[in-house]
């Protein structure tokens, strides 16, 4: 499986910007597919997770509300739409797959084999 994570860029607080991870190669019926960030000097954080069958998403406590994942099956596309950006969602953003994944392992990055190359996120104040 390869991912390959675009969209980012710079914006302003309060802003938008849409990223899109596309995938390519195997498809798990029982995927779950997730977006995790970094931000320098920091550790690589959760952000929000689908399952790719019912579409049940996760969100970590910072970004709900703000941001929503979603999914199209047949593009093999994870999408993350984020709103109301903040300067502290400043990050290398990283789209991730993992087969199998039990709800009390969705936020964490050992349950995903496959990952994407990332995409920077800046948000100025």
């Known amino acids: 499986v390869q991912l390959q994570a675009s969209g980012g860029g710079l914006v302003q607080a309060g802003g938008s910007l849409r990223l899109s991870c596309a995938a390519s190669?195997?498809?798990?019926?029982?995927?779950?597919m997730a977006w995790f960030r970094q931000a320098p000097g920091k550790e690589r954080e959760f952000v929000a997770a689908i399952r790719r069958s019912s579409g049940i998403t996760f969100y970590a406590d910072s970004v709900k509300g703000r941001f929503t994942i979603s999914r199209d099956n047949a593009k093999k596309t994870v999408y993350l739409q984020m709103n109301s950006l903040k300067p502290e969602d400043t990050a290398v953003y990283y789209c991730a797959v993992g087969d199998g994944v039990i709800n009390s392992s969705v936020r964490r990055m050992g349950s995903y084999a496959y990952w994407g190359q990332g995409t920077l996120v800046t948000v100025s104040s």
């Open positions: 190669g195997r498809t798990f019926s029982s995927a779950t």
